[in-house]
């Protein structure tokens, strides 16, 4: 049964940080494209950042020098290291793994920023 269980939301304020994580279980993750996601009330889910299997990342520009992908294929695990948080970054964040036959999302968990 495949897997993908995020961690890490929380309330932060305003300038604050906070890491996500993702940990996949029954797929070979090593050999996934790994994205993360947001989706706030009223807006479409947009792609936050994405990490290939060998390493090359990509970042929307709204998240560009804030925001980090990085993966751990030994443990299985896709973060987001996210710093500089602002209260539009405030969304439910959602992991997703892809090869070009499988596409599997994570729940969510739910990032809030706020004073």
């Known amino acids: 049964q495949v897997q993908l269980v995020e961690s890490g939301g929380g309330l932060v304020q305003p300038g604050g940080s906070l890491r996500l994580s993702c940990a996949a279980s029954g797929i070979t993750f090593r050999a996934y494209t790994m994205y993360w996601y947001r989706q706030s009330p009223g807006n479409q889910r947009e792609l936050v950042a994405s990490?290939?299997?060998?390493?090359?990342?990509n970042y929307a520009d709204s998240v560009k020098g804030r925001f980090a992908i990085s993966r751990d294929n030994a443990r299985n695990t896709v973060y987001l290291q996210m710093d500089s948080l602002k209260p539009e970054d405030t969304a439910i964040y959602y992991c997703n793994g892809r090869n070009s036959v499988n596409d599997y999302w994570g729940q969510g968990t739910q990032v809030t920023v706020s004073s």
């Open positions: 990490i290939t299997s060998g390493g090359r990342t």
